[in-house]
Structures are given as structure tokens and as C-alpha cells.
């Protein structure tokens, strides 16, 4: 992946100081959004694009960038993508989509239709958007905090345009978190769904040894880190975390290599947090079952189950798709309005898909994963957001 300097910028969300030096000062020319023309007819009955640009995973992640498209295309247009091209979803698909709690979320398509430009290096990131922007979108989304130089730029070029940002904060030159009127910016505790996780990981060990794979080693990703080695302390504080990072989050290849190696080192529950490289890290673990090992790994982002559902223990759920599609429905009813939002354990944001294969003591792990998250949510536990703030569950490498 190039390590361009929004990268650099990006890693603003435990550490805004590594961004000052990085800021290039963007010069404003505005060039207001054209709207979609009305039908001469029937002017309100027009349908509102929206436009999203995904990071370098792409579609087809099961992960990240699934989720947004899940949030733009399934719940807010009732589309799916197939041969290339958009069929309409039945109402059973999208019922299959909202686990949990979501299923009393009343989400249901708007009648937007949904334009995607996939990014292949970060230096499509700005102009995808302009050219978003440019085809009249009347909502430009950026996926993933590699986005926020880009989103940011293009947002301040053209104020009359709406934008959403996922992951990240809007940042100053002097590296402070700012807000644009045109910009609502949503990010989500990690931390949190990382905790739970965790938890429930050191319960299924038998090893009392387990594993975490991270993407890029940016602040971001240290969140899941931090969440997920606390949550392990929780339950079992002599329990012993491996801890490997790819330095991607598109290099498949290095995700096995990884999750191959935690395995080998005796980790039997492996949790990631590395994007496309997650993908890997499935594989790894699944290949290591099939060859008589007891593992079990964890996804991230979407629900993992289905690609490799005797391997997969369960996934932390960062709801990208909540947060796009309440963006999406928010635009169509006329109330979408600048600024930050941030998505925990208490707002839905975050959780852990269900648990479909079994292991001993699984009900009781279960309540105590519940207990912990009641704890998180009234405030009782406080989840540490870096490595640095843990006192128990020491990393090896």
C-alpha cells in the first residue's frame, strides 16, 4: 500500500500530532455541486444518487468496505450487485443482514441509487470524489480515515456538496479535530467491540494463548489491539497475547503468513483487525483445523462466519453500515447536517456477531462476555484505546 501523506495524517485518531507536519494547505475554489435534474413532471419524485468511494481493499473485503456497501446499496437503495450490475434485493435479503438489535432499528431502503468508484492506490482517493461530486451525487461518501486528506480537500473546494467520512476526524493544519458544515465524519469505538472479543477469546482458549493480527501499525488499529488484549486480561490475566502486524491492509498473502505463524506459536484463538489481509489470516486458520488442530479465529467488521464457518468463532462487528445508512436516511428525509459522530457499544456501533460453533463452556462464556458488556456501557470498565494503557495481558511478538 503507498504510504502517501494522508496516511500519515490519518493516524490522527490517538496521535493528532504526527499530522501538522504533513498538512498541505489546500487552496478553496468553490465549485457548488450540481443537483440531479428534475424530472420536468414530476420534480419530487427524483431519486437522490449517492456516491461512495472505497479504500485500496475494495469490494469484496467481507469486510470494511463491504459493510459501507452494505449500508449505501442493500439498506438504503434495496440493491445488490450482481455480474456487475444492480438487481434489486428481496426483503429476505435484506432481513438477513440485520442481526441483533439492528432488526429494531427500522432500516429499510430510501430510493437512493448508489454510483461506487473503487480506488486501487491512494491517489484515487481525491479524484474519485471530485468526479462524484462532478456527476451531481447529492452525498459523497469516503471509507476509511486514508480518505479524511482527500474528503477534506475536495469538501472545502466544493462547499455546496455534502460529504461523509468514515473512520476519521477532520484535522487542522496545527494538527487540532475541526469540523466543515458540508462534513459529517463518524467513527466508532473499537476499543470496545475489541473487549468483548477478547474475552470471549481467552474463554474459548484451551492454550491460554492467543493471537491479534493488525493491518498498518497506526493508531487506528492499536485501538483493536488495546480492546482486545484488555479484554483477555478481563477473564484471564495470565492468558498471553502473540501480536503481529502485516503493514497492509491489501496483501492477502501476509495475512496467512501471519495467522500461519501465531498458530505455530501456539495461539488457538487468532483475532484480526487487517482488512483485506483478514482474509489470510481466515484461511490460515481454517487450513490448521483441517489439519487436526483445534484453532478458532476471529473476524472483524462484517460477520466472517460464512467464509470458513467451522473456523470462524465469532467477529467483531464495526458497523460501517449503520453508520452510512443512517447518513444515507438522514439525507433523503432532509436533516443531514455536518459534524462528528462517534459509535460505541451503547449506540449500536459495535458489537460481536453470534456464536455459531460450539466449545466448553460456551453458555457461561457467554454470560460473562454479556456482563462485560453491560459494564462497558454504564461506564463501570473503561476500555484503554492503546497498548500503552494496559497494566495486565502482556503482548509478545
Not at 489546500?26 to 461512495?52: D, R, Y
Amino acid at each position: 500500500m503507498a504510504t502517501s501523506r494522508p496516511f500519515l495524517r490519518l493516524s490522527l485518531l490517538s496521535a493528532l500530532v504526527l499530522v501538522s507536519a504533513c498538512k498541505k494547505q489546500e487552496a478553496a475554489k468553490p465549485e457548488g455541486a450540481p443537483g440531479n435534474a428534475p424530472a420536468a413532471t414530476a420534480p419530487k419524485a427524483k431519486t437522490l444518487k449517492v456516491g461512495l468511494v472505497t479504500d485500496v481493499g475494495g469490494r469484496g473485503d467481507h469486510s470494511f468496505n463491504d459493510s459501507a456497501l452494505r449500508g449505501l446499496e442493500l439498506w438504503g437503495a434495496g440493491k445488490k450487485m450482481e455480474g456487475g450490475s444492480y438487481k434489486d434485493a428481496t426483503p429476505d435479503e435484506l432481513k438477513e443482514t440485520l442481526q441483533q438489535d439492528l432488526a429494531t432499528r427500522g432500516i429499510a431502503p430510501v430510493g437512493v441509487a448508489p454510483v461506487v468508484l473503487q480506488s486501487k492506490v491512494a491517489e484515487d482517493y481525491e479524484p474519485n470524489l471530485q468526479t462524484l461530486v462532478d456527476e451531481g451525487v447529492s452525498l459523497s461518501i469516503g471509507v476509511g480515515f486514508m480518505l479524511e486528506n482527500a474528503v477534506e480537500t475536495v469538501a472545502k473546494r466544493n462547499p455546496d456538496a455534502k460529504f461523509l467520512l468514515i473512520d476519521s476526524p477532520l484535522v487542522s493544519a496545527d494538527g487540532k479535530v475541526y469540523t466543515l458544515p458540508n462534513v459529517r465524519t463518524v467513527m466508532y469505538r473499537e476499543e470496545q467491540g475489541s473487549f468483548l472479543v477478547g474475552a470471549l477469546a481467552a474463554l474459548a482458549s484451551k492454550n491460554d494463548k492467543v493471537g491479534f493480527v493488525g493491518g498498518m501499525e497506526v493508531p487506528l488499529i492499536k485501538k483493536f489491539e488495546a480492546g482486545f488484549r484488555a479484554g483477555v486480561a478481563a477473564v484471564k490475566p495470565q492468558a498471553t497475547v502473540l501480536v503481529n502486524y502485516t503493514g497492509t491492509f491489501d496483501n492477502v498473502a501476509a495475512g496467512k503468513q501471519v495467522g500461519q505463524d501465531l498458530v505455530n506459536k501456539g495461539a488457538d484463538v487468532v483475532y484480526h483487525a487487517a482488512g483485506s489481509d483478514g482474509l489470510g489470516v481466515i484461511q490460515a486458520v481454517k487450513e490448521a483445523r483441517a489439519a487436526g488442530k483445534q484453532v478458532f479465529v476471529i473476524g472483524v467488521d462484517s460477520d466472517q462466519s460464512h467464509l470458513a464457518p467451522e473456523a470462524v468463532l465469532t467477529s467483531m462487528l464495526k458497523r460501517v453500515d449503520l453508520g452510512v445508512y443512517e447518513a444515507v436516511r438522514d439525507l433523503s428525509q432532509g436533516k443531514l447536517e455536518g459534524g462528528d459522530v462517534t459509535l460505541g457499544l451503547k449506540e449500536g456501533g459495535v458489537t460481536y456477531a453470534p456464536v455459531r460453533v460450539d466449545f466448553p463452556g460456551k453458555a457461561e462464556a457467554l454470560q460473562k462476555v454479556e456482563e462485560l458488556r453491560a459494564k462497558v456501557v454504564s461506564g463501570e470498565i473503561q476500555v484503554p484505546t492503546h497498548p500503552s494503557q494496559l497494566t495486565a495481558a502482556p503482548a509478545k511478538p
